[in-house]
């Protein structure tokens, strides 16, 4: 008999819906042997698809862009809390869990009418611990830091739609960054936009502010053929019925494919530095947690970078966001050093150089070095840069090929590309102060 098919629902951060449907239907082919996954719509924020119990634990162990893996449950029109309790209270529940497991309830809306999501929250909540305790004399009770149980449900104007999570703690806590910088890049977007970049594995990569190394990891795991989920579990773990079978075989794999790649050789050609000796070290220690070879990492201000490798090939960047942390190794006073202490001071007084919260001429002197370091020194490769400053071509004196909204959280960022061309000068003013060819 052919196993039972689900529809089930993938979040991602918004912008990467595409590249999320193509990595499932790349998982479907490598690691289950065809076409598991039957594509759903992709709309903003996440992607449907149809399959079994097999694509669902493989789309949560396999996915590098997916935030979760929901499985549908049921869905309803609603005008008022009380149909949304109905819904809720009319399915099987208990066929998933039992009263003695701990469980949360999250609401998310597009338009809904209603006046009090939280009280929706609660409904939906008193629906399943009313049938549980119906059906058996206790109910389950609430934990909204580590349930065991979650069940998401997602209003439309209208429409009501209950689901119950497989992930567990969102996929992105891959399980080996401990070490985090002051603004570290989710590892799903961080993979989302790998892949955007068109990336493959043999091309040099590039990261001259890495912090913790969330791209050098995300890229280097893709060419290991390491799964993002292997050091981890999941939410489906603790659930009444899911495939077993099916998961040892794919979790079994998966290790094995780990340890090959603890004993790989491979020249990566995966670079990164940054201006920290200290998020150096982090990243080092999350590399090696990882279970990744040794990389090139270096201690340079992005100002004076080089390529790093004789090919061209792709840079990738995350710079410091005026909202979030500050650019560092700026200004014109002084040397920076570091403290030793996670924090690097000007060898002058210091003035408020660490907590300013919008960009200054100091910005914008470090932006423009950054622009003229790549038009001078990366003849051909593409460069791509992640920022919440849609104003930041202008201030690198570049002009970019193309610009991809994304989010980071929810902060809305751009993602800039921009192609290095050999021998141009069509971007490269004489005078660094000229206004910027347009
Ligand atoms: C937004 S964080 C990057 C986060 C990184 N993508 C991650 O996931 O951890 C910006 C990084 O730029 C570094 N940085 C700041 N100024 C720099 C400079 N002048 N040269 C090189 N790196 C710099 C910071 O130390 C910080 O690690």
């Known amino acids: 008999m052919a196993p039972p098919l689900f529809d089930w629902f993938v979040p991602c951060p918004r912008g990467l819906e595409a590249p999320l449907a193509a990595e499932l239907a790349e998982i479907g082919q490598r690691h289950l042997g065809g076409a598991a996954f039957k594509p759903g719509a992709q709309v903003p924020g996440g992607v449907h698809f149809r399959g079994g119990w097999a694509a669902g634990m493989a789309a949560n162990l396999h996915s590098r862009i997916a935030s979760r893996v929901l499985l549908k449950i049921a869905h309803g029109p609603y005008r008022s ?87 567990g703690d969102p996929l992105f806590k891959r399980g080996w960054r401990l070490d985090k910088g002051a603004a570290p890049l989710r590892e799903n977007l961080a993979a989302g936009i790998l892949r955007l970049t068109g990336w493959t594995p043999g091309t040099p990569l590039y990261d001259p502010m890495c912090g913790s190394g969330t791209f050098l990891a995300e890229a280097a ?124 001071e000007r060898d002058e007084e210091d003035d408020d150089a ?12 470090f932006f423009i070095s950054f622009g003229n370091a790549l038009k001078q020194r990366f003849p051909g490769w593409r460069a791509y840069v992640l920022t919440s400053d849609r104003k930041l071509p202008g201030l690198m004196r570049l002009r970019e090929s193309t610009k991809t909204p994304l989010f980071n959280g929810a902060l809305e960022c751009r993602l800039f590309r921009f192609d290095l061309i050999a021998g141009s000068v069509r971007n490269r003013p004489a005078n660094p102060d000229a206004p910027r060819e347009e």
């Open 221 to 344: 795991q893709v060419a290991l053929n390491i799964a993002p989920g292997v050091e981890r579990r999941f939410g489906f773990e603790k659930l009444k019925q899911y495939d077993v079978n099916a998961w040892q075989k794919l979790k079994v794999a998966a290790v094995d494919a780990k340890r090959a790649a603890r004993n790989s050789r491979a020249d990566l050609q995966i670079f990164g530095s940054d201006i920290s000796g200290d998020m150096l070290d982090k990243a080092r220690a999350n590399l090696d947690r990882a279970g990744l070879p040794d990389f090139p990492l270096k201690q340079i201000d992005a100002r004076n970078m080089t390529p790093p490798a004789d090919a061209s090939g792709i840079l990738v960047a995350n710079p410091p966001y005026g909202e979030r942390i500050e650019v560092r190794g700026r200004g014109p006073r002084g040397e920076i050093r570091d403290t030793g202490r996670g924090r690097r």
């Open 81 to 167: 809390e009380n149909d949304i309790y109905e819904l809720a209270y009319q399915q099987q529940w208990e066929q998933w869990f039992t009263p003695n497991q701990t469980m949360r309830v999250d609401i998310t809306a597009i338009k809904s009418p209603l006046r009090s999501l939280e009280f929706a929250t609660l409904r939906v909540k008193d629906a399943v611990c009313d049938r549980l305790r119906e059906l058996s004399g206790s109910r389950p009770s609430i934990d909204t830091a580590q349930p065991d149980v979650r069940v998401f449900a997602f209003l439309t104007i209208n429409e009501c739609t209950l689901y119950l999570d497989t992930s």
């Open 354 to 365: 660490f907590t300013r919260a919008q960009p200054d001429p100091a910005d914008t002197e």
